[in-house]
T-cell receptor, first 113, second 114 residues
Framework: AQTVTQSQPEMSVQEAETVTLSCTYD???????LFWYKQPPSRQMILVIR????KQQNATENRFSVNFQKAAKSFSLKISDSQLGDAAMYFC??????????WGAGTKLIIKP | DTGVSQNPRHKITKRGQNVTFRCDPI?????LYWYRQTLGQGPEFLTY????????KSRLLSDRFSAERPKGSFSTLEIQRTEQGDSAMYLC????????????FGEGSRLTVL
């Protein structure tokens, strides 16, 4: 069975600096999707960025980028120029061939002003 | 606005009571998912629908849980004889129009069982 591990329960970063959130996963599949979702306090879960496993190029969305290492089964999220609005729980998720999302336990990101 | 509305947003109930949550996708989506999220954890899959057909149920979904999606539009999740362990956020999600896999979630329905 697939698993997703986020080893950092909490991370903090100074406003305007860069932070990297870690995620590793385990699967025997070769074709899958990986996602980072953001859940602000008392707000809904929203998609931050996605990565298709067959693409070697790392996905980028404005200040958010990933470091996808397929062989190592690693999928980290880098947030550049951190802003106060980035404070949230961040969840890494794996989508399997049945379209099921398997989630990590999350990393709480704190932005220090 | 992700196009998914859930209500009630928060339900407080006594142990043993029945509760029902509703999910209304604004746009037509053939797939609809229910997840449960306990405090400090990521969401856990409960069940999903393809149109009105319930195609998969997690073993987390005990006999006290039932979900329906009549007419393939809105969906309801009912919990009978609630237990304190049912206290959680219940999330509903539907696929977006983009590449497969991503889900758009509602704001969730938080259940507190006293």
């Amino acid at each position: 069975a697939q698993t997703v591990t986020q080893s950092q329960p909490e991370m903090s970063v100074q406003e305007a600096e860069t932070v990297t959130l870690s995620c590793t996963y385990d699967t025997s599949e070769s074709d899958y999707y990986l996602f980072w979702y953001k859940q602000p306090p008392s707000r809904q879960m929203i998609l931050v960025i996605r990565q298709e496993a067959y693409k070697q190029q790392n996905a980028t969305e404005n200040r958010f980028s990933v470091n996808f290492q397929k062989a190592a089964k690693s999928f980290s999220l880098k947030i550049s120029d951190s802003q106060l609005g980035d404070a949230a729980m961040y969840f890494c998720a794996y989508r399997d061939s049945n379209y099921q999302l398997i989630w990590g336990a999350g990393t709480k990101l704190i932005i220090k002003p | 606005d992700t196009g998914v509305s859930q209500n009630p947003r928060h339900k407080i109930t006594k142990r043993g009571q029945n509760v029902t949550f509703r999910c209304d996708p604004i746009s037509e989506h053939n797939r609809l998912y229910w997840y449960r999220q306990t405090l400090g954890q990521g969401p856990e899959f409960l069940t999903y629908f393809q149109n009105e057909a319930q195609l998969e149920k997690s073993r987390l979904l005990s006999d006290r849980f039932s979900a329906e999606r009549p007419k393939g539009s809105f969906s309801t999740l009912e919990i009978q004889r609630t237990e304190q362990g049912d206290s959680a956020m219940y999330l509903c999600g539907t696929p977006g129009q983009g590449p497969p896999g991503e889900l758009f979630f509602g704001e969730g329905s938080r259940l507190t069982v006293l």
